[in-house]
């Protein structure tokens, strides 16, 4: 079982910044690809960014690429999403996900990852 807490949303103007963070526990942070998600009212859940095993893989959704940055750092069992030059349209809540099943090296693009956190909302005023 792992654990996907994520931290870091808020209230930002149109063309700031925001970091969010996902901490995780249970099991070897090491051994699962992650990804960040965003879910924004009334829209389906979609993939923003994601990041194989060792961290040297990394895929961004085209609305994203050039402005947000995935990364993590697996001796602290922690995920962040840079996030720059924010657009209104970016608002949503942002999840972080686990995918165990993905082969070392690889990117998982779509929703089937294994484990989820609750997510954090973020807001971006005009």
């Known amino acids: 079982q792992v654990q996907l807490v994520e931290s870091g949303g808020g209230l930002v103007q149109a063309g700031g910044s925001l970091r969010l963070s996902c901490a995780a526990s249970?099991?070897?942070?090491?051994?699962?690809?992650m990804g960040w998600f965003r879910q924004a009212a009334g829209k389906e859940r979609e993939f923003v960014a994601g990041?194989?095993?060792?961290?040297?893989?990394?895929h961004y959704a085209d609305a994203v690429k050039g402005r947000f940055t995935i990364s993590r750092d697996n001796a602290k069992n922690t995920l962040y999403l840079e996030m720059n030059s924010l657009k209104p349209e970016d608002a949503a809540v942002y999840l972080c996900a686990a995918d165990f099943r993905v082969n070392p090296g690889a990117v998982t693009t779509s929703p089937a990852y294994d484990y989820w956190g609750q997510g954090t909302q973020v807001t971006v005023s005009s």
């Open positions: 990041i194989s095993r060792s961290g040297l893989s990394t």
């Open positions: 249970g099991r070897t942070f090491s051994n699962y690809a």
